[in-house]
């Protein structure tokens, strides 16, 4: 079982729609938990963090965790064609020492 | 803040020379730095953590002869690829913490190897 769990996509929304990304985890211990932004061509963008259950907003984005369903997702409000991207969930997590493990990602497409 | 830079952003060069890769903390002190390969439309994958002042720890998999790695200061992290070899090009991301492992990373801009 991957440690850390995404949809690859892609997943195709309209413009000024609600982008819903999800991504779940197998080590309970983990205490930390992200969301980075992938262009194409381009190194990941740090756009989320959250480490407590419940919601967490930033502008557009909202992170919700549930550690009890090992379950974090994002949500992007009124999406933009310049949300589209790969986004990676990625979760700090115990094995031998804390590491930082990343989904695979998902493509998320805007369309105007 | 938090910005991290990395040179040279590509490369070419032919198979058998070894190519050195630059990482740097330019706002903040780095006691965590981390380097990633990424080939195209997959995953990134974790090469080595390192660590300044320490040997840098490998995932498995990695040959640490090949993907040499020095953390000599708190801002800088190099990256050699030596005996280069096509399938060694990739897309090489470095990223730098503010603390081991827990907190938040922060990636360069990655360099694109392509070897000849």
């Known amino acids: 079982q991957k440690e850390v769990e995404q949809n690859s996509g892609p997943l195709s929304v309209p413009e000024g729609a609600i982008a819903s990304l999800n991504c779940t985890y197998s080590d309970r211990v983990s205490q930390s938990f992200f969301w980075y932004r992938q262009y194409s061509g381009k190194s990941p963008e740090l756009i989320m963090s959250?480490?407590?259950?419940g919601d967490k907003e930033d502008g557009r984005f909202t992170a919700q965790l549930n550690k009890a369903s090992q379950y974090v997702s994002l949500l992007i409000r009124d999406s933009q064609p310049s949300d589209s991207a790969t986004y990676l969930c990625a979760v700090n997590a115990y094995t031998g020492g804390f590491k930082t493990i990343f989904g695979a990602g998902t493509r998320l497409f805007v369309k105007a | 803040g938090a910005v991290v830079s990395q040179h040279p952003s590509w490369v070419i060069c032919k198979s058998g020379t070894s190519v050195k890769i630059e990482c740097r903390s330019l706002?903040?002190?780095?006691?965590?730095m981390f380097w990633y390969r990424q080939f195209p439309k997959q995953s990134l994958m974790l090469m080595a953590t390192?660590?300044?002042?320490?040997?840098?720890?490998?995932e498995q998999g990695v040959e640490k002869d090949k993907f040499l790695i020095n953390h000599a200061s708190l801002t800088l992290s190099t990256l050699t690829v030596t005996s280069a070899h096509p399938e060694d090009s990739s897309f090489y991301i470095c990223?730098?913490?503010?603390?081991?492992?827990?907190?938040?990373?922060?990636f360069g801009p990655g360099t694109r190897l392509t070897v000849t």
């Open positions: 959250i480490y407590s259950n």
């Open positions: 990223s730098a913490g503010l603390a081991g492992g827990g907190s938040e990373q922060y």
């Open positions: 390192s660590n300044e002042g320490s040997k840098a720890t490998y």
């Open positions: 706002d903040f002190q780095a006691t965590t």
